[in-house]
């Protein structure tokens, strides 16, 4: 099975401030990478499909980068509404697995 | 929209079954993949099964291989997991998912709000 890492685990950061978090896979794994955003007490949102690719209606200050093995994920100015955990996960060879997750809050 | 709609989670003992089932509706049923990801309290999220479109193609998590069995029937718009021998370990909130094409290696698009398990004596 291919193993998801992610870093950091958590982090702070001010409103406005760019937040960057790293996501690596244990093989390659191409383009095959994912990025949801999940708020407490809810549902997973995809937020970026095929590493750069965003999904309809979500905001361009995120945005996704990588390719192979090492991957990341950026908000380019952090706001309010962006408090949330974020996941990477392959969907290159089943099971799909997701990264540890990324808490993400304001300083 | 999409709407995907859990439900037959709740309290079982160890060693015993639950059968979980998604309503979908919103969507051609018949032309996406299915997957059931769970989260355990406090935890990330674990992708558990996926199932194609045809129904040819299944995959399991090395951790539920031989307990779990995913099906689907395109008649009732309707996607399942069955659980068998289940262990404290299996509780978590199971989401039910759409993927974003036939085959089972493709991206989850939709979500449900998720149905939770409880495996306690």
């Known amino acids: 099975d291919i193993q998801m890492t992610q870093s950091p685990s958590s982090l702070s950061a001010s409103i406005g401030d760019r937040v960057t978090i790293t996501c690596q896979a244990s093989q390659d794994i191409s383009t095959y990478l994912d990025w949801y955003q999940q708020k407490p007490g809810k549902a997973p949102k995809l937020l970026i499909y095929?590493?750069?690719n965003l999904e309809t209606g979500v905001p361009s200050r995120f945005s996704g980068s990588g390719s192979g093995t090492d991957f990341t994920f950026s908000i380019s100015s952090l706001q309010p509404e962006d408090i949330a955990t974020y996941y990477c996960?392959?969907?290159?060879?089943?099971?799909?697995?997701f990264g540890p997750g990324t808490k993400v809050d304001i300083k | 929209e999409v709407q995907l709609v859990e439900s037959g989670g709740g309290l079982v003992q160890p060693g015993r079954s639950l059968r979980l089932s998604c309503a979908a509706s919103?969507?051609?049923?018949?032309?996406?993949?299915m997957y059931w990801v769970r989260q355990a309290p406090g935890k990330g999220l674990e992708w558990v099964s996926g199932i194609s479109w045809k129904s040819d193609s299944v995959a399991y998590v090395d951790s539920v291989k031989g307990r779990f069995t995913i099906s689907r029937d395109h008649a009732k718009n309707s996607l399942y997991l069955q659980m068998n021998s289940l262990s404290p370990e299996d509780t978590a909130l199971y989401y039910c998912?759409?993927?974003?094409?036939?085959?089972?290696?493709?991206?989850?698009?939709?979500w449900g709000q998720g149905t939770f398990v409880m495996v306690s004596s």
């Open positions: 095929d590493v750069s």
């Open positions: 998912a759409k993927g974003s094409r036939g085959t089972i290696f493709g991206v989850i698009t939709g």
């Open positions: 919103g969507f051609t049923f018949d032309d996406y993949a």
């Open positions: 996960q392959q969907h290159d060879s089943p099971p799909l697995t």
